[in-house]
């Protein structure tokens, strides 16, 4: 009897060795990882845009800074502050968030102090604050409605503690505009616009200022006070600043980068100048990892050359002062991604100008008319991207589905537009509650206010969010995704594969779209026979036999092989 037991347990473990080796075994994957587990680049990366007051409400106390209203005089809050504050976006990266979410660097919109009070909203149907943060006013303070310098701190310490790169919206192209509020603090505006910018800081169409001009450069863009980059001279401190320094003598401690203090005089600079000392303070004083510039076109290349120089020395600065610190041990250059409108995935003159990426709005496109809405067209795409991005390091480009400035994409196809976009060669944005299905909010005739609405963390879909969550996190995990060489290896069900092998990493998947049921998938042109391959979205996992492996698709007929080696 005992003989007949020990055949039986034989022939069992025959059995697993031999479905292990066709394929269709299921092994254990305990202690294993990817091949590119714990690489870093840019030219992958996902990056997570958040506005940050439409993110998370962390401090309820610091919701109505400079006396603003979360509902304005007309009872709307289209563009009002809703409250969301870095505290808020802290506490997600403590909860796991991004980090469940693949996310490699989270783009939070200008931190630095914005104009006070409100213009009026298209129409005049609603009262337009800055709580985008496009209408500067100080770069050298945190904006009360954000947080303390000290939660910010702790913001790009949290990030960094889970390799996450935190990058700053910034502009260079404009000021806020003139709100009433701001005249009567600061003593500006009818009879005494002299103490506002100043004429040679900005063009104006107010009385004593130049008025815009014609071209991209000296345009006054949607009616906003143009900052004088052109100038290359000393042009003195604008006398807003002057006057509102005066008032920050003492007690503002809290806001004030400290980094920014001894900026707060004159330093004998061109405006540019002056930008470019405050913006790089904040990389000098918490270690930020990129910028994302606004209205790049509309700012002289060599001022965007300046400030990515000034950039890396300010970001090697930290790393030296802060040895031991996470991220001080991280070699990449600082991150310069830029706004041209419009721009596809074409390597032109900004890429020589101190860019290392550009927003691509050509794949949503402008007007919904974008590659990204029809599922065809992926080979294509994703064969022109790869050739185009991944042979010349140099060049790439940061694709979306969604934005703040275009539109939202189909809330119902968000399972297709995600699948697309999180497979695309280059870097990608996932702009926040689109892995959600945050619904579109009121934007009255301003349709991209609409855009801009609150996170629905009372009303996420599932569905979705686990969706995003294993695409996203096999492309964090996998190199190859987004910077690796593509190759059709089969029209139906549509699959491919990218390989990655660069500085003596070898990286590789494939892909299966379109899959239905059980699938066996020919891996020999990328695997090797003997290799342990994990689906990433049911996360089981065979080893490769005779070059081929099976897998059971479910409903969403994703496959997203992944090849796992011991630690």
């Not at 394929?23 to 714990?38: A, C, L």
């Not at 469940?100 to 609603?126: C, R």
């Not at 906003?224 to 042009?235: F, H, S």
């Not at 995600?418 to 702009?431: C, I, K, R």
């Amino acid at each position: 009897m005992r003989r007949l037991i020990m055949s039986v347990a034989s022939l069992l473990v025959s059995a697993v060795i031999l479905s292990s080796c066709t394929g269709s075994g299921r092994v254990d994957t305990e202690g294993m990882v990817t091949t590119s587990e714990d690489s870093f680049s840019w030219d992958d990366a996902t990056v997570y845009f958040a506005i940050t007051d439409r993110f998370k409400n962390g401090d309820e106390s610091n919701d109505s800074s400079y006396g603003r209203q979360k509902v304005d005089e007309m009872g709307r809050d289209i563009a009002t502050f809703h409250g969301g504050d870095i505290k808020g976006v802290t506490e997600k990266l403590e909860e796991g968030y991004f980090r469940d979410l693949g996310v490699d660097a989270i783009w939070i919109t200008a931190p630095y102090e914005q104009i006070h009070g409100y213009v009026k909203g298209t129409s005049d149907e609603f009262q337009h604050y800055p709580f985008h943060g496009y209408y500067a006013l100080d770069w050298t303070m945190m904006d009360k409605n954000m947080g303390t310098v000290e939660e910010f701190r702790k913001f790009v310490d949290t990030a960094h503690s889970q390799g996450i790169r935190i990058v700053m919206d910034v502009v260079m192209n404009h000021v806020g505009y003139a709100a009433d509020k701001d005249m009567e603090e600061f003593g500006f505006g009818d009879g005494a616009w002299d103490r506002w910018w100043g004429s040679s800081w900005v063009r104006s169409d107010k009385e004593g200022y130049e008025k815009g001009g014609s071209d991209d450069i000296t345009m006054t863009l949607a009616g906003l006070p143009d900052i004088r980059t052109e100038e290359t001279g000393d042009v003195g401190l604008p006398p807003i600043l002057l006057t509102k320094w005066a008032k920050e003598a003492e007690g503002f401690d809290d806001w004030i980068v400290p980094e920014a203090k001894n900026l707060r005089s004159d330093l004998h600079l061109s405006p540019a100048g002056y930008i470019t000392e405050w913006l790089t303070a904040w990389i000098r004083e918490f270690g930020i990892d990129g910028f994302r510039v606004d209205t790049a076109k509309h700012v002289e290349l060599e001022r965007w050359t300046g400030l990515s120089k000034k950039a890396d020395e300010a970001l090697e600065d930290w790393r030296d002062k802060n040895a031991g610190k996470s991220g001080s041990d991280w070699d990449e250059s600082f991150w310069m991604n830029g706004e041209v409108w419009g721009h596809g995935v074409v390597k032109d003159r900004y890429f020589e100008g101190g860019f290392d990426s550009l927003i691509n709005f050509t794949f949503q496109g402008e007007k919904k008319n974008g590659p990204a809405y029809d599922m065809d067209t992926m080979e294509s795409v994703f064969g022109n991207y790869a050739d185009a991005l991944n042979e010349d390091t140099s060049f790439n480009v940061l694709s979306y589905i969604s934005q703040h400035d275009t539109f939202l994409y189909d809330r119902k196809r968000l399972i297709n537009g995600s699948t697309y976009l999180m497979l695309l060669p280059g870097a990608v944005m996932v702009f926040y509650g689109d892995e959600t299905a945050r619904p579109m909010g009121d934007g009255g005739s301003d349709y991209t206010q609409g855009t801009r609405s609150g996170m629905n963390w009372d009303s996420i879909d599932e569905e979705v969010l686990q969706h995003y969550r294993k695409i996203a996190s096999f492309r964090h995990r996998n190199i190859a995704v987004g910077a690796g060489d593509h190759l059709m290896l089969k029209e139906e069900p549509y699959t491919f594969s990218r390989v990655y092998s660069k500085d003596g990493l070898d990286n590789r998947i494939v892909a299966v779209i379109g899959a239905k049921g059980k699938t066996t998938i020919d891996v020999s042109s990328v695997f090797a026979d003997g290799d342990t391959i994990r689906d990433a979205y049911s996360m089981e996992a065979v080893v490769v036999r005779k070059g081929k492996v099976t897998f059971t698709a479910d409903g969403k007929g994703l496959i997203l092989l992944e090849k796992l080696v011991k630690k």
